[in-house]
């Protein structure tokens, strides 16, 4: 039996692992060891490894690593803290291969920790183009430390296979979060007003910014242009996700805050809404806006337009649904006009969807099984290249 580690940082990254985790879990052949940290065991995100824990899964190790802080110094305290503590939950559970998703500092702390260790990588949504965050940075760092790569579109491998990564450890294996929609029940228009507590008997607009950590896109003025734009917009109520913990992101939750303090049967602010309401609120909403990327890879299966907002998705693959707009309020509220336009919803209910059908949970399981799970590999070399 294999023994397969699986470290999740935030919300968004569980509900994209979460079909994987259960076909792990209930795999004869593979026993899963779930390793928790960062942005779910703070009471300011939300604790949301409760929500882990209500899922039914066991937490085989929680990492403390998140400082209270809003500073770029915080945040790489906090990789080091996270690499620390990673280091322990990894001796103890001695696992036999490390599955991470993405590219967030917390996931470049748990690979940091498993390279030195000798344990193997398996990563997931390697090879994409984030222009506006370190994020993007830490994604390829991650690429190079891991050992087998799940990716989720054609051109992603072909990109994982030019930083030197042999084709045949490099699958194309679609989405892992569009499994959701194949394999997860969603809650109706009623039923997710009742849960939340907040009447969507008018249109909304669901609604998430994260700060940009990279390019020149102010946080603060940012996040206060986009409330800006979507006061122009008062027939329409907003369901409004806190921001993730990049330095930042703390500065933006008080704005959050007052802004649906003032307007209470209007807008709701909520730190997390778990995967099942995030998609059955993107599934009735009249448009999803901001910059997560949740917006470019998810959404577009729902039919349901997109405005990416600013400079943190640039370069990542993307849907006819999905408008991108500057982090300015003319330009929000002008992509807000289009987005809601009859013609441009007709184009997104035919929309194809770049990043698969959504059966990527199997195929991850196929190559936990099947694939040698080894830390030693060589550099690939791509055809006619220099040899001087």
């Not at 300011?44 to 209500?54: K, L, S, Y």
């Not at 193997?120 to 087998?148: C, F, N, Q, W």
């Not at 242009?225 to 027939?235: E, K, Q, S, T």
């Not at 806006?289 to 337009?305: A, D, H, R, T």
Request: hydrophobic share 45%.
């Amino acid at each position: 039996m294999r023994k397969i580690a699986v470290f999740t940082g935030t919300r968004a990254e569980y509900g994209l692992l979460y079909w994987l985790m259960k076909d792990i879990q209930a795999h004869s052949e593979l026993n899963l060891q779930l390793v928790v940290g960062a942005m779910h065991l703070s009471p300011e995100f939300g604790n949301t490894w409760q929500a882990i824990v209500d899922d039914g899964f066991a937490i085989d190790a929680k990492i403390e690593m998140l400082l209270s802080s809003d500073s770029r110094v915080g945040t790489a305290k906090s990789i080091g803290l996270g690499t620390i503590g990673m280091a322990d939950a990894l001796q103890r559970l001695a696992p036999d291969a490390l599955v991470i998703l993405g590219d967030r500092f917390e996931a470049l702390s748990a690979a940091q920790a498993a390279l030195v260790m000798n344990i193997p990588i398996v990563h997931i949504h390697g090879g994409e183009v984030t222009e506006g965050a370190y994020d993007d940075a830490i994604r390829h760092a991650i690429t190079k430390m891991a050992s087998l790569h799940c990716v989720a579109a054609a051109p992603y491998r072909r990109r994982v296979i030019q930083m030197g990564e042999k084709p045949e450890r490099v699958l194309n294996v679609g989405a892992l979060g569009l499994d959701h929609l194949a394999r997860s029940p969603r809650m109706s228009r009623q039923a997710l007003a009742q849960s939340l507590n907040f009447s969507l008997d008018a249109p909304y607009l669901l609604v998430t910014y994260h700060p940009v950590t990279l390019a020149d896109e102010p946080p603060i003025e940012s996040f206060k242009a986009l409330l800006n734009a979507l006061d122009r917009w008062p027939g329409h109520r907003v369901v409004l996700t806190y921001p993730n913990a990049d330095n930042g992101g703390r500065a933006i939750i008080p704005l959050l805050e007052e802004y649906a303090a003032r307007q209470p049967e209007r807008v709701l602010a909520i730190p997390s809404l778990g995967a099942q309401r995030y998609l059955s609120a993107v599934a009735e909403a009249d448009a999803v806006v901001g910059n997560s990327s949740s917006g470019l890879i998810e959404v577009p299966s729902f039919g349901v337009p997109t405005l990416n907002i600013g400079q943190r998705q640039g370069g990542r693959l993307a849907a006819e649904s999905v408008l991108h707009c500057a982090a300015d309020e003319e330009a929000i509220d002008s992509g807000i006009r289009q987005a809601l336009s009859p013609s441009f919803r007709e184009i997104c209910r035919h929309a194809r969807n770049p990043y698969g059908q959504g059966n990527a949970a199997e195929k991850i399981v196929d190559a936990l099984l099947m694939q040698p799970l080894e830390t030693l590999k060589s550099f690939h070399d791509l055809p006619g290249g220099s040899q001087s």
